[in-house]
């Protein structure tokens, strides 16, 4: 029977290529780092970081986008967390709840050296609990081409809800293109897109001392006029989220969409012209406002090396080496500064995603975050599909919303 | 022969390493979950004995609405697998040229990972520019796009076609074996009888084959009820709940959010639910063909 | 040589002919057509990816895809080498482990059959994601984490009640005659197991196979992503998964991959079928 032995070589082969202990010279510092491989800044980074401190060494693991916070978390909640792991911001309420991260000490100057709210992205219970790594906003874009055929001026852009709502109304009417993506399905940037309406209308979901306060009167008007801006969208939103929307505004048959940095840099083949402004403000604004976004480093307890991966987070994302990194990334830089003026003045499309940070709020910190994102969604969707009244839907939404805090 | 002491003492020989194996790697996480069922573990390091909360939090809730639709989901699914198997393989035992080939052919959508497979029907789906929606406008059918996600009706029977996708070749494969072994001198002696192609049909091949299908349709039956990437990837439950089953809802209430208790509370309930409903699929199902075929 | 013409019973006239090619033309059309839009996906450039109205030939086409994937993911050919030696090796195991019981199952009536038979089938009850930290644990505990057999060992568990499952039925249906008279003749057990069963139950036996091969190949996905952090142990699978990018997903590359990842294993089934054809039940005993 030859099948025996073909087994037995692979069971030796399998067994010759598992790898032989670690020697326990150095110390490690496991990095989980999300996408297809480490960026390249990242790595020299470490590099440099790896020479200055001698008697520890990093072991980076790259592990693809959709799956690289379940995978932290699931090797947290099994007792053998990694060092140093990139996490969205949103998750680290939740780990600090559940006593898995350890809080990161910040100097005052440290702090102010970041633009506003970026360190209230990663603050929960006074503590801060990451260390901001990436950054995104949002802002409006629009079709000129549909402008013009619509009878609007393409250098006009919606600057408020109301003239939003009206714009794509006349985009759908006399352009018979769909006036506005309207992002409603099951995915969690659902909510974002929401949130791009909440923050730019002085709306916000949980204060600073944990109390809910989605069911609002701003809230209200976001809501409604989400709802009333679902008519001119394109058809059957509950089915398309945030990167199928650009697609269709790629297409040239959307007349506006939110989205973030991202999509500009798809545009360049675009057939037509396009341009990017401020999210429209609601009635209740105070000013331009937008969904901040960080994603941040977290370091987790009983490593033994948790003081080493601060240091080398704090290092990965200081004032020189971090716009290097958000060059290559193409983000929304977390500091402003020289870099910052470089990249406006090259590029002006890149003004209204830095001037929406000054009102613009963050992923809202709940401990529960993916029953936020339920919660939101379902009532997104009740509004879009015209099952609830956004009134009714608030109050059950913030409702639900106490017990995810 | 089968039937006496050493043939139990064979028996379980021939068992030992399928059991010892299972035990070793399967029972420690079995049981471990069904003793999360009854605390309140999640991502904190300790957890708490709580009893049945986990298992009457289920309860609450639209929880009945959900066990009914997961059931009609799982009952079309299978029963489409099993006719479109059926076909395919009737078509596939043919004696025409080419049946090599086409039997390679059915294979791709087992074959390829079953996210990717999924993303494919996503974008066939996609009322904008997918496949569906686009030649229903190209033929004039509709006159705009057809976002057949966006709906509850249409996303509960486009998730049970992608469904039935990935499920049909190894139905139709199982069952073209299942006809492979019947023997040939069967159907020539009701041939020179005179009996035609249907009746052969009806009275050879059917009976013949329904052990292979009380088989594939058990197994099919377990494996979707606990369908999760289609459902997942297409509609993540969407829209508003409508094609919520029983394992979206838990990975959507419990296992998304790190609530291990609760989510080894509401698979245990699956695990009960299934067993019960398989059990007596099988008895009933059997005595059926048992009936039949003295 | 002439071949021996077509059994009369075999020939179809030409209204049956044509039906069976259409009803295999749709059937196929049906299995094939997300292909058919995956394929041209991978044709497309990245910006123009999605595109209205819906047109069958792709504009701006290219095999450009084929060639980046590559580069961006320099390591996708282990992680199809991985993913055929994993899967072989559990396909083996399986199978040497599943074949005896599925016979005994079939064939011997020993006490608590019935409810052994449930207790494997209740293995497939419980969906993988919940059992996965657990399972973890005991993986680490085993020491098995980051090498073949994180993947391996907890694949063989899972696919061995599928495959015990699946081939019951085809050792059913041997007519109990043959064993009877082989006993009669004085062979032992093993032998009739040997020698008598196996060889008439090849098409059951394949498809198991089959079923085992791709059950790990294609499946199974979350125990490789949790269970080993090495990249040189990844299967197609999670390596596939490189492909998503932090804005967007490459979607003509993570096609033009997938295509290329499911190449080999379309191969071996195409080897693997010819076992589908039963061997030498004709005219073996008559009932």
């Keep these: 029977m030859r099948l025996v032995p073909k087994l037995l070589a692979g069971v030796a082969f399998a067994l010759a290529v598992m790898p032989s202990l670690a020697s326990a010279?150095?110390?490690?510092?496991?990095?989980?780092?999300?996408?297809?491989?480490?960026?390249?800044?990242?790595?020299?980074?470490?590099?440099?970081?790896?020479?200055?401190?001698?008697?520890?060494?990093?072991?980076?693991?790259?592990?693809?986008?959709?799956?690289?916070?379940?995978?932290?978390?699931?090797?947290?909640?099994?007792?053998?967390?990694?060092?140093?792991?990139?996490?969205?911001?949103?998750?680290?309420?939740?780990?600090?709840?559940?006593?898995?991260?350890?809080?990161?000490?910040?100097?005052?100057d440290e702090k102010k050296s970041y633009y506003p709210f970026i360190v209230e992205t990663v603050t929960t219970d006074g503590k801060q609990w990451g260390i901001p790594v990436a950054f995104s906003t949002?802002?409006?874009?629009?079709?000129?081409?549909?402008?013009?055929?619509?009878?609007?001026?393409?250098?006009?852009?919606?600057?408020?809800?109301?003239?939003?709502?009206?714009?794509?109304?006349?985009?759908?009417?006399?352009?018979?293109?769909?006036?506005?993506?309207?992002?409603?399905?099951?995915?969690?940037?659902?909510?974002?897109?929401?949130?791009?309406?909440?923050?730019?209308?002085?709306?916000?979901?949980?204060?600073?001392?944990?109390?809910?306060?989605?069911?609002?009167?701003?809230?209200?008007?976001?809501?409604?006029?989400?709802?009333?801006?679902?008519?001119?969208?394109?058809?059957?939103?509950?089915?398309?989220?945030?990167?199928?929307?650009?697609?269709?505004?790629?297409?040239g048959k959307l007349g506006m969409i939110q989205a973030s940095v991202g999509a500009k840099n798809l545009l360049k083949d675009a057939k037509f012209k396009w341009g990017v402004a401020e999210l429209p403000q609601g009635p209740s604004a105070k000013?331009?406002?937008?969904?901040?976004?960080?994603?941040?480093?977290?370091?987790?307890?009983?490593?033994?090396?948790?003081?080493?991966?601060?240091?080398?987070?704090?290092?990965?994302?200081?004032?020189?080496?971090?716009?290097?990194?958000?060059?290559?990334?193409?983000?929304?830089?977390?500091?402003?500064?020289?870099?910052?003026?470089?990249?406006?003045?090259?590029?002006?499309?890149?003004?209204?995603?830095i001037d929406g940070i000054s009102f613009g709020g963050p992923e809202p910190l709940f401990t529960d975050y993916k029953g936020l994102q339920n919660t939101m969604i379902e009532m997104v969707q009740a509004v879009v599909t015209g099952q609830a009244e956004p009134a009714d839907a608030l109050k059950k939404a913030a409702a639900d919303l106490e017990q995810y805090k | 022969m089968n039937q006496s002491r050493g043939a139990t003492i064979f028996a379980y020989c021939l068992l030992l390493p399928a059991i010892l194996y299972i035990i070793a790697i399967v029972a420690y996480p079995l049981v471990e979950t069904v003793n999360l069922s009854f605390t309140d573990a999640a991502l904190k390091p300790t957890s708490n004995w709580v009893g049945m909360t986990n298992y009457s939090k289920i309860f609450a809730g639209n929880f009945s609405e959900i066990i009914l639709r997961t059931f009609i989901w799982t009952f079309f699914s299978v029963a489409i697998k099993m006719i479109v198997g059926i076909f395919g393989a009737v078509l596939l035992n043919a004696a025409i040229p080419g049946r090599a080939l086409f039997?390679?052919?059915?294979?791709?959508?087992?074959?390829?990972?079953?996210?990717?497979?999924?993303?494919?029907?996503?974008?066939?789906?996609?009322?904008?520019?997918?496949?569906?929606?686009?030649?229903?406008?190209?033929?004039?059918?509709?006159?705009?796009?057809?976002?057949?996600?966006?709906?509850?009706?249409?996303?509960?029977?486009?998730t049970i076609v992608t469904d039935v996708w990935i499920g049909v070749p190894l139905v139709t494969l199982y069952m073209l074996a299942a006809m492979q072994s019947i023997p040939k001198d069967l159907y020539e002696a009701a041939w020179v009888d005179g009996a035609s192609r249907l009746y052969r049909f009806r009275r050879i091949t059917l009976p013949m084959i329904v052990p292979a299908l009380l088989t594939i349709s058990m197994l099919s039956m377990i494996a979707t009820f606990n369908s999760f990437d289609i459902i997942w990837i297409l509609t993540r439950g969407g829209p508003s709940g409508e094609t919520t089953t029983m394992i979206i809802d838990t990975y959507k209430v419990a296992i998304g959010s790190y609530k291990y208790g609760e989510g080894a509370a509401r698979a245990v309930m699956i695990c009960i639910f299934l067993s019960i409903f398989s059990f007596f699929y099988f008895r009933v199902v059997s005595r059926i063909t048992i009936g039949e075929s003295k | 040589m002439k071949r021996a013409p077509k059994p009369m019973i075999d020939r179809y006239n030409w209204l049956e002919t044509i039906a069976l090619y259409l009803g295999i033309f749709v059937f196929l059309f049906y299995l094939l057509s997300p292909f058919i839009e995956g394929f041209l996906v991978s044709?497309?450039?990245?910006?123009?990816?999605?595109?209205?109205?819906?047109?069958?030939?792709?504009?701006?086409?290219?095999?450009?895809?084929?060639?980046?994937?590559?580069?961006?993911?320099?390591?996708?050919?282990?992680?199809?080498?991985?993913?055929?030696?994993?899967?072989?090796?559990v396909t083996a195991i399986v199978m040497l482990i599943a074949v005896p019981a599925a016979y005994a199952f079939a064939r011997i009536e020993f006490p608590f059959r019935g409810p052994l038979l449930g207790g494997f089938l209740a293995v497939n009850m419980f969906s993988g994601a919940v059992l996965l930290i657990p399972l973890f644990r005991l993986m680490r505990s085993l020491g098995v984490l980051n090498t073949y057999f994180a993947m391996i060992v907890p694949g063989v568990a899972f696919l061995i009640p599928t495959a015990i499952w699946l081939m019951r039925a085809y050792f059913l249906r041997i007519p109990k005659e043959l064993e009877e008279a082989a006993w009669v003749d004085g062979a032992s057990r093993l032998y009739i197991l040997r020698r008598v069963i196996l060889p008439l139950a090849m098409p059951g036996i394949t498809v198991a196979t089959i079923a085992t091969f791709i059950g790990i190949y294609a499946g199974q996905f979350v125990f490789a992503l949790t269970f080993n952090s090495k990249s040189e142990f990844a299967p197609l699978t999670t390596g596939l998964f490189a492909f998503f990018g932090r804005q967007e997903v490459i979607w003509n590359e993570l096609m033009a991959a997938?295509?290329?990842?499911?190449?080999?294993?379309?191969?071996?089934?195409?080897?693997?079928?010819?076992?589908?054809?039963?061997?030498?039940?004709?005219?073996?005993?008559?009932e």
């Excluded at chain 1, 009167?217 to 976001?222: A, H, I, R």
């Excluded at chain 1, 958000?326 to 990249?343: C, I, N, Y």
Aim: charged fraction near 20%; include cysteine; proline fraction near 6%.
């Design chain 1, 25 to 108: 010279e150095d110390k490690t510092i496991t990095f989980i780092s999300c996408g297809d491989k480490m960026q390249p800044a990242h790595a020299d980074f470490i590099k440099q970081w790896e020479a200055k401190n001698a008697g520890f060494k990093v072991a980076p693991e790259v592990v693809g986008w959709d799956q690289c916070q379940d995978k932290v978390t699931t090797l947290a909640a099994a007792g053998t967390p990694v060092g140093l792991a990139y996490v969205g911001s949103r998750t680290l309420k939740q780990f600090a709840a559940n006593d898995l991260i350890v809080p990161i000490e910040y100097t005052e």
């Design chain 1, 138 to 251: 949002k802002a409006l874009y629009w079709n000129k081409d549909l402008f013009t055929a619509a009878g609007l001026d393409p250098e006009t852009p919606p600057k408020t809800f109301a003239e939003e709502i009206a714009f794509a109304k006349q985009i759908k009417e006399k352009a018979s293109t769909a006036g506005f993506g309207v992002v409603a399905k099951t995915f969690d940037n659902t909510m974002h897109q929401f949130l791009h309406w909440v923050y730019s209308n002085n709306g916000s979901v949980i204060d600073a001392d944990g109390k809910i306060t989605l069911d609002s009167k701003e809230n209200l008007e976001s809501l409604t006029a989400l709802k009333d801006i679902t008519p001119y969208a394109e058809e059957g939103p509950t089915s398309y989220e945030q990167n199928e929307v650009r697609a269709i505004f790629l297409d």
């Design chain 1, 287 to 353: 000013g331009p406002g937008t969904l901040l976004i960080t994603d941040s480093l977290a370091v987790f307890k009983n490593t033994g090396v948790e003081e080493q991966a601060i240091d080398l987070a704090k290092f990965l994302t200081n004032s020189e080496n971090q716009p290097v990194y958000e060059a290559q990334e193409g983000l929304t830089p977390l500091r402003p500064g020289a870099a910052v003026d470089k990249l406006v003045a090259e590029d002006p499309n890149w003004k209204p995603f």
């Design chain 2, 103 to 158: 039997r390679i052919l059915i294979m791709p959508p087992w074959v390829v990972p079953m996210a990717i497979g999924i993303f494919m029907w996503g974008w066939m789906y996609n009322g904008q520019f997918g496949m569906i929606s686009g030649l229903l406008q190209n033929f004039g059918i509709t006159s705009g796009p057809v976002a057949f996600l966006a709906h509850g009706d249409s996303a509960f029977w486009a």
């Design chain 3, 43 to 89: 044709l497309k450039p990245l910006s123009l990816l999605f595109s209205s109205p819906y047109s069958f030939y792709p504009r701006n086409g290219s095999l450009d895809a084929y060639w980046s994937i590559w580069e961006r993911v320099p390591m996708l050919g282990l992680y199809i080498f991985n993913s055929l030696f994993i899967s072989a090796i």
């Design chain 3, 258 to 286: 997938s295509f290329v990842g499911i190449t080999p294993a379309l191969l071996i089934i195409v080897f693997l079928q010819r076992y589908l054809v039963a061997g030498l039940t004709a005219g073996a005993v008559k």
